[in-house]
């Protein structure tokens, strides 16, 4: 694939001088008090905090995993020159089908996500068959995150990402393809649609069900609908619609204060991730437990996850630079409508901002919509099949978005 970025193939390599340095921060961790039957309840239990720090410091075998990475993922570096930023290198894992035909897809992360989501799904996607079509998958790295470097002035807002992520796929030779991203991937994606739609995003698709809350101004039915289910007279919505509102309000009163401090005041947290690995454990694994259905968690796989930020380019901190940028934007991107691109929205339960569908359907061309009985947050990494398979059925023989990249519909000639 000849394009006008030049590719470097990278190894995660670790040095011996950061584990040990690792090691010694885990020998002076100093743990907190705890109430009583705490449960959950105020926040991550100290029980399992000290299971997994006690598992790093003696049993988890990172050069292991490190490896295992190194092996599954094809990952690479390239130099993007941002308009404002300068050059920025960044990581990324670039999968291509055996399929000539196969649809280029860039994948794009969130928070506390990284490189690491797409690892599940890779395989499944690129995978040959004359029953499914087959994918170019290309995983975004963002600045900040993992081991792509991380932008150096302030402003690098939800428009920045859009930008990087569509030069980083016409770099690579893509100049039509499709999107999937949740959380941040799907600001970042919804964002790439309304600005190279047509032209060069030719479909999108996300697992974060969140949209524009209706207002009278905007969409006075669905607004007027929505009063009338508030005042119990009245109600449009299905049980799984209504069981969404309830764990979005769940996620709202309990569940979004990391927001806040991250929205606002970031520097300051910033110091506790960047020095205590305790710390930074305690912050992700919350979400990794909280934002899942059930998952079942391994202490290995937690702490691979954990690790990546631990030993990021830029450091734990600068991941969490997002949150100030897009709170303080100027550039909404709620609004406006994102335009005539294919859309397609998955749907699972335990997802943090679940709305109606209804109401969805003011974000964009809704073409293929699918429900899911049990997954959450991290729907690649907890439900890779049926993600894969969502997207299998949105662009193969018969889906409403097949053939939308010309000449790459994903099928064997």
């Known amino acids: 694939m000849s394009g006008t970025l030049v590719e470097t193939p990278f190894k995660i390599a670790v040095s011996d001088d950061q584990l040990d340095a690792l090691q010694k921060k885990l020998a002076l961790t100093r743990f907190p008090d705890e109430l009583d039957d705490a449960g959950r309840d105020y926040g991550a239990p100290l029980a399992d905090i000290q299971r997994l720090v006690n598992h790093w410091k003696s049993r988890y075998d990172w050069k292991k995993h490190e490896a295992k990475l190194n092996e599954e993922l094809p990952q690479f570096t390239t130099d993007i020159e941002m308009d404002g930023f300068g050059s920025l290198n960044i990581h990324y894992v670039h999968k291509r089908s055996e399929v000539e035909g196969a649809i280029p897809l860039l994948f794009v992360h969130g928070?506390?996500?990284?490189?690491?989501?797409?690892?599940?799904?890779?395989?499944?996607?690129?995978?040959?068959?004359?029953?499914h079509p087959s994918f170019h998958?290309?995983?975004?790295?963002?600045?900040?995150?993992?081991?792509?470097?991380?932008?150096?002035?302030?402003?690098?807002?939800?428009?920045k990402y859009a930008e990087l992520g569509n030069k980083l796929m016409l770099g690579l030779g893509y100049t039509e393809y499709v999107t999937?991203?949740?959380d941040w991937g799907y600001f970042i994606t919804r964002k790439m649609a309304t600005e190279y739609g047509t032209k060069h995003v030719k479909a999108w698709h996300t697992n974060f069900t969140f949209c524009e809350p209706p207002t009278l101004t905007r969409t006075p039915l669905l607004a007027l609908s929505h009063?009338?289910?508030?005042?119990?007279?009245?109600?449009?919505?299905?049980?799984?619609?209504?069981?969404?509102?309830?764990?979005?309000?769940?996620?709202?009163?309990?569940?979004?204060?990391?927001?806040?401090?991250?929205?606002?005041?970031p520097q300051t947290l910033g110091y506790s991730l960047a020095d205590s690995p305790v710390g930074l454990l305690a912050w992700i694994y919350e979400k990794l437990v909280n934002w899942t259905d059930e998952y079942p968690w391994d202490d290995d796989e937690v702490l691979t996850w954990i690790s990546i930020y631990w030993f990021s380019r830029a450091g734990?901190?600068?991941?969490?630079?997002?949150?100030?940028?897009?709170?303080?934007?100027?550039d909404r991107v709620g609004i406006p409508f994102a335009g005539p691109v294919p859309m397609g929205v998955s749907?699972?339960?335990?997802?943090?901002?679940?709305?109606?569908?209804s109401w969805m359907r003011t974000v964009g061309n809704i073409v293929f919509e699918s429900d899911h009985s049990s997954g959450g947050h991290f729907a690649a990494h907890e439900?890779?099949?049926?993600?894969?398979?969502?997207?299998?059925?949105m662009f193969g023989r018969g889906g409403a978005a097949f053939g939308v990249v010309p000449g790459k519909n994903g099928y064997s000639s």
Do not use: C
Not at 114 to 123: D, G, M, Q, Y
């Open 180 to 182: 999937q991203g949740g």
């Open 316 to 330: 734990p901190a600068a991941s969490i630079r997002i949150y100030y940028e897009m709170h303080n934007a100027d």
């Open 347 to 357: 749907y699972f339960p335990k997802e943090l901002l679940i709305f109606p569908k």
């Open 227 to 265: 009063l009338l289910h508030a005042a119990s007279l009245y109600t449009a919505y299905t049980k799984a619609e209504i069981a969404g509102l309830e764990r979005t309000k769940w996620f709202a009163e309990k569940g979004r204060g990391y927001y806040l401090e991250q929205a606002t005041q």
């Open 383 to 393: 439900k890779p099949e049926e993600l894969a398979d969502d997207l299998r059925k």
């Open 137 to 159: 998958v290309v995983a975004l790295g963002l600045p900040g995150f993992g081991f792509s470097e991380a932008p150096k002035k302030k402003g690098f807002r939800i428009a």
């Open 111 to 131: 928070w506390p996500g990284n490189f690491l989501e797409v690892r599940k799904v890779l395989p499944l996607l690129t995978s040959s068959s004359p029953d």
